[in-house]
């Protein structure tokens, strides 16, 4: 039965008669007529694609801001509450505007303007980072406030168009919050898995910018002259399964720091020996007695590299990116008196440990500061430096913004001339990363070389790589010597050998590092 006319009053109506919103008709069966304008699944296909594009921008965000802000948990923290607000915030006005204006004629504008927000997002981050980080900050939080606040009022605008009728209130309202939370999971997924890997973060945005701005139009101009019959296709995704925590399961940590699960395992073949655990991997080996025994190989290759490239006995200034065990800093003084290293390192609680349970002493001459290493290189004089170390890479995940050429760029302003920076990598199967990298190396820098373990360079296996460049020339040939003294086996490779290994490798930018992607973080079996 079809309700009555507006106008009707509930005692004007048979007592069988559903109460609809004034205005609305019912159509054949009983089932709500689509609102002017409107239809269920057009609603649904924008409630889907605004709660994905949502969660594309806060993603994205987190990655445009990184060179500028640093990549820590606090910056984190800082854009998913920026994004949250402005869910909250566009919810909530979205709702008010939805009962004082007409939906159908605000919908398109909504996407519209988010898709313009959305397209001048990596220009106008840009423009504030070449000024300053705090700016760059504050930039992009309002370039990911004022889309995400746009784009969360389409589902109040769209339910209220889709509310025909009071007694589905909550089927319209359950269905279109379903659809957003998995327009949501599928944002995430095709970012992390998908978009980041195949184009630069500043295309996705202004890709995104545009599919919303053309959407808007067509949303615009089909609200103003909609006809029954019209439909358009629903692209739905499918998602399911939750994974249950073991909260009571032993951590198997000594320390839960801000960043690692951490833990310093005793060598009981050495009496002073310790291994620096960070989740479950074996970061640093340091001897208590003796900070010139180097366990690790690629430490040892390190080591190595700074024994043949200077004067034997000559004090260096370095600078490390990244802390570990503080193995090479100690080194360094141990062998080089008067040696002075500024250490940058983003864990506080790692400097806890290394200074409580490894006995590392921290002063004049070994400063170390709690900061992104990005942004600490900042601080970080032109041509103070002798050596550069890089030791922040992981074999599970790797701080993509100190991979990139703009970051190498900042690592040869700091440098004198003749200075070296030197890098450890871990990386499995087909290598892309450490090609990756290596290929940004060369990209930056006049001479690089790389050592690697045997058969590393013929695809019998990955690991542990240290990088070497300079814009000098340096004695790649004595390094390896230095490195089959210590008995690891590695071996330097340098010149066509090395391009060849390196291949059609991309340069990685502040715009365009899949580190995440390229990276394969545990061995292959076969």
Same mark, same amino acid.
């Given at each position: 039965m079809t309700a009555h006319a507006s106008g009707t009053t509930g005692r004007d109506r048979p007592s069988d008669t559903r109460a609809t919103p004034t205005g609305a008709a019912r159509g054949e069966g009983g089932e709500p007529a689509p609102a002017p304008g409107i239809g269920p699944r057009t609603g649904a296909v924008l409630v889907f694609g605004s709660s994905a594009a949502v969660l594309v921008v806060e993603l994205v965000a987190l990655r445009l801001l990184a060179p500028y802000v640093g990549l820590t948990l606090e910056m984190n923290t800082m854009v998913i509450g920026i994004a949250l607000t402005a869910i909250a915030l566009g919810a909530w006005a979205g709702g008010r505007a939805a009962d004082v204006m007409a939906p159908r004629r605000t919908l398109g504008p909504l996407l519209g303007l988010s898709g313009v927000a959305v397209a001048l997002t990596p220009s106008a981050v840009r423009l504030a980072g070449a000024a300053d980080g705090a700016m760059a900050l504050f930039?992009?939080?309002?370039?990911?406030?004022?889309?995400?606040?746009?784009?969360?009022?389409?589902?109040?605008?769209?339910?209220?168009?889709?509310?025909?009728?009071?007694?589905?209130?909550? &089927?319209?309202? $359950? *269905?279109?919050s379903g659809v957003g939370t998995a327009g949501g999971i599928a944002g995430t997924v095709l970012t992390g898995f998908v978009l980041v890997s195949v184009v630069p973060v500043s295309v996705i945005l202004m890709g995104l910018g545009v599919v919303l701005l053309l959407a808007g139009v067509l949303v615009d101009a089909s609200t103003r002259d909609w006809r029954r019959g019209r439909r358009m296709l629903l692209a739905g995704v499918a998602v399911g399964g939750s994974v249950a925590g073991g909260a009571a399961v032993p951590s198997g940590c000594d320390v839960e720091t801000r960043y690692h699960c951490a833990a310093v395992e005793e060598d009981p073949e050495r009496d002073g020996g310790r291994t620096l655990v960070l989740d479950g991997l074996r970061h640093s080996y340091v001897d208590l007695d003796d900070p010139e025994h180097l366990e690790f190989a690629y430490v040892q290759a390190i080591a190595s590299l700074i024994d043949t490239a200077y004067p034997a006995g000559e004090a260096l200034d370095a600078y490390h990116l990244g802390a570990g065990g503080l193995s090479v800093p100690t080194y360094l003084d141990a062998v080089r008196p008067g040696s002075t290293s500024v250490v940058s390192e983003i864990d506080p609680g790692v400097i806890e440990i290394d200074r409580e349970r490894l006995g590392v002493a921290t002063g004049e001459r070994l400063q170390v500061r709690v900061e992104d290493a990005r942004l600490g290189l900042?601080?970080?004089?032109?041509?103070?430096?002798?050596?550069?170390?890089?030791?922040?890479? $992981?074999?599970?995940?790797?701080?993509?913004?100190?991979?990139?050429?703009?970051?190498?760029?900042?690592?040869?302003?700091?440098?004198?001339?003749?200075?070296?920076? &030197?890098?450890?990598?871990?990386?499995?199967?087909?290598?892309? @990363?450490? *090609?990756?990298?290596? *290929?940004?190396?060369?990209?930056? @820098?006049?001479?690089?070389?790389?050592?690697? *373990?045997? $058969?590393? @360079?013929?695809?019998?296996?990955?690991?542990?790589?240290?990088? &070497?460049?300079?814009? &000098?020339?340096f004695d790649a040939e004595a390094w390896g010597e230095r490195v089959a003294e210590r008995g690891s086996g590695w071996r330097v490779v340098e010149g066509a050998a090395l391009a060849e290994w390196i291949g059609e490798a991309r340069v990685l930018t502040d715009d365009f590092a899949p580190v995440d992607q390229l990276l394969t973080p545990h061995p292959q079996r076969r």
């Open positions: 930039v992009g939080g309002c370039c990911l406030f004022v889309p995400a606040a746009l784009l969360t009022a389409v589902t109040p605008m769209v339910t209220k168009l889709l509310l025909v009728d009071l007694e589905v209130t909550g &089927t319209v309202v $359950g *269905r279109l900042r601080r970080i004089a032109d041509d103070s430096r002798d050596l550069v170390v890089g030791d922040a890479f $992981g074999g599970v995940s790797v701080p993509w913004h100190l991979t990139t050429r703009e970051a190498l760029a900042d690592i040869g302003r700091v440098l004198r001339p003749g200075g070296l920076y &030197t890098v450890n990598m871990i990386d499995h199967g087909e290598l892309a @990363f450490v *090609r990756a990298a290596v *290929r940004t190396l060369d990209a930056e @820098f006049e001479h690089v070389a790389v050592a690697g *373990r045997p $058969g590393a @360079f013929e695809g019998e296996g990955g690991g542990n790589f240290v990088a &070497t460049a300079s814009d &000098t020339p």
